[in-house]
């Protein structure tokens, strides 16, 4: 079996030293980059499968490195984690915006690291490209535009059904409300801020509140 690639993007090489032994020891092909610059090289050589990567870097700064990352298109889909010590909001809140998928805080114990990178990994495995999705006690057909919830179906107005199957995607993954815009209403429409709460919340109303989970300042991800 093929092994994950991983790139660790940290200025501290006890750090960079300390991931790569635990995640080497778990079967993973391990690279590293101590700056934004080596790690944008890197991830356009190697092609990772996942990135870690450090906020607070000299120079090119984590939420920077992101942004460029995510200007390749090669590596648009890669999951990429923030690592930091930093738990303000803004922080978070810019580390989601500028593309990332998730937050890891430091110091992490091995064993959580390793469980907190598979989930990761198992995420980013359940894109949804069928036209039929089974998660969360919820059946979304994309091709009748219907929704099954416990054997019931449920006829949705077309936004919030496409609202929906868009966050069901992949589960787990924070959308910005950008992503969502653009992806669900498109550049030919003009939307008030409002819109994609309305949505959300008549959405709630019907499947539940505990399946779509709102990030504040950021976006919408759907829970399992």
């Not at 790690?39 to 356009?44: G, S």
């Not at 998730?102 to 490209?129: C, E, F, H, M, N």
Request: glycine share 8%; proline share 4%.
């Amino acid at each position: 079996m093929e092994k994950h690639k991983i790139l660790i993007v940290d200025d501290e090489p006890d750090i960079l030293e300390f991931m790569q032994y635990n995640l080497e020891k778990e079967g993973f092909e391990v690279f590293l980059a101590s700056s934004g610059k080596q790690a944008i090289e890197v991830a356009k050589h190697e092609l990772p499968d996942l990135i870690i990567l450090d906020v607070m870097m000299p120079g090119m700064d984590g939420i920077e490195t992101c942004r460029e990352l995510r200007n390749d298109a090669r590596l648009r889909d890669t999951i990429i984690a923030f690592l930091t010590a930093r738990n303000e909001d803004y922080s978070q809140i810019a580390g989601f915006e500028s593309g990332a998928d998730d937050y890891i805080a430091k110091p992490i114990k091995p064993r959580v690291l390793i469980s907190r990178i598979k989930a990761l990994l198992k995420r980013s495995g359940q894109t949804v490209s069928g036209p039929v999705t089974e998660i969360s006690g919820l059946i979304i057909d994309r091709n009748t535009y219907t929704l099954t919830k416990e054997g019931k179906e449920l006829t949705l107005p077309k936004k919030e059904f496409e609202l929906l199957a868009f966050l069901a995607t992949k589960p787990g993954k924070v959308f910005t409300r950008d992503e969502i815009l653009n992806r669900v209403w498109g550049n030919d429409v003009v939307v008030g801020d409002r819109t994609i709460d309305v949505h959300i919340r008549r959405l709630r109303e019907k499947v539940g509140d505990k399946v779509i989970r709102t990030i504040k300042g950021v976006g919408y991800k759907f829970e399992e």
